[in-house]
């Protein structure tokens, strides 16, 4: 943060430098002028000092105080205010005893063009980057609101196909309906408390998805094999909350039969500079893919996109008898 506030100011200070010093160095007449008069020294860093103080005035307090809140009239008039006390401070210079009076009245000709000018310029820059800072600050807020929206799409559908398990479960009375309740009720937490941060510990995300594989056995049969596995360094990991639910959803949703004999393989690595999930099930019916899952998929690709942009690659695979899924996050 130090070293990010050091910067600003070095590049604040760097521009504003090449402002006041650039037209000396290009315009040598320029630089003559002012090294033999010294109305025109004080007129032309008074102007420059003061172009910079508009700078600031409308960057951080009239433009979006005023400006962008529909306040023309004080907007219009604090900017002549400002404008006015530049104009007063400068003759005041000017004026002073060790300037005789005449650099007064020979001053009045282009005190006033002088400021205009420079106003006029800079309130344009100031005005194009408040403006585009707005701009940036709607996206964000779209991104935000378009992520939160796309989780609540996404978390539905999981509870729903887990809850159809349980009932199972408990219209058998078996002992286990209450661990398997437990399990559930740790995942709705979950969903609830923390899917709401933008990064959660992956060692949270996994325990996530072994609950919801566990819940998902309850209506397995032997005909159909799971096989979980997590390699590598997990702890300090971080990763968006939901990010593999919707795929592991589908492999138990197209790929469970109790006629056929089927295998879902979810494989999880950590490496050092990146998160890949690999996912592959067997297709038990090649012409039972829904409208939601399409709709799920689409989803988890925007997501993708908004979180990830180029940092992740996402291959699927939809053979004759398999489902592959091959997800890869870059870690930066």
């Keep these: 943060m130090l070293k990010n506030r050091i910067f600003l100011i070095f590049i604040h200070t760097l521009v504003w430098s090449i402002f006041l010093f650039f037209p000396l160095v290009v315009f040598p007449k320029t630089s003559s002028l002012i090294e033999h008069d010294l109305v025109q020294l004080i007129v032309y860093f008074g102007s420059g000092v003061a172009t910079i103080g508009f700078y600031y005035f409308n960057y951080y307090i009239a433009i979006p105080n005023y400006l962008f809140k529909h306040k023309y009239l004080l907007f219009i008039l604090?900017?002549?205010?400002?404008?006015?006390?530049?104009?007063?401070?400068?003759?005041f210079l000017l004026s002073s005893d060790f300037i005789n009076a005449h650099n007064l009245i020979k001053s009045r000709h282009y005190l006033l063009p002088n400021y205009i000018w420079r106003f006029v310029f800079i309130f344009i820059i100031a005005f194009s980057l408040c403006f585009y800072q707005k701009m940036k600050q709607i996206e964000v807020e779209q991104?935000?609101?378009?992520?939160?929206?796309?989780?609540?799409?996404?978390?539905?559908?999981?509870?729903?196909?887990?809850?159809?398990?349980?009932?199972?479960?408990?219209?058998?009375?078996?002992?286990?309906?209450?661990?398997?309740?437990?399990?559930?009720?740790?995942?709705?937490?979950?969903?609830?408390?923390e899917t709401s941060a933008e990064k959660v510990p992956l060692e949270n995300e996994i325990n996530y998805i072994k609950n919801y594989i566990d819940l998902q056995k309850i209506r397995l049969t032997e005909t159909t094999r799971v096989n979980f596995t997590v390699q590598g360094q997990i702890d300090s990991q971080q990763i968006p909350p939901l990010l593999f639910i919707n795929f592991i959803e589908n492999s138990f949703k197209y790929g469970v039969s109790n006629e056929v004999q089927t295998e879902i393989q979810i494989h999880?690595?950590?490496?050092?500079?990146?998160?890949?999930?690999?996912?592959?099930?067997?297709?038990?019916?090649?012409?039972?893919?829904?409208?939601?899952?399409e709709m799920g998929l689409k989803n988890v690709k925007r997501?993708?996109?908004?979180?990830?942009?180029?940092?992740?690659?996402?291959?699927?695979?939809?053979?004759?008898?398999?489902?592959?899924?091959?997800?890869?996050?870059?870690?930066?």
């Design 268 to 293: 999880l690595v950590v490496e050092e500079n990146a998160i890949s999930m690999y996912i592959k099930n067997d297709k038990v019916n090649q012409n039972t893919v829904s409208s939601s899952y």
């Design 78 to 91: 604090f900017s002549v205010i400002f404008v006015t006390v530049c104009i007063v401070i400068t003759r």
């Design 303 to 332: 997501r993708l996109n908004l979180i990830f942009g180029n940092d992740y690659s996402l291959e699927i695979q939809n053979n004759e008898k398999t489902f592959e899924v091959n997800l890869k996050i870059h870690q930066t």
């Design 143 to 193: 991104i935000v609101s378009e992520l939160t929206n796309l989780k609540a799409q996404i978390n539905p559908h999981f509870l729903f196909n887990t809850l159809n398990g349980i009932y199972g479960l408990a219209l058998t009375k078996s002992d286990k309906t209450a661990d398997y309740l437990s399990k559930l009720s740790s995942m709705m937490r979950y969903s609830l408390s």
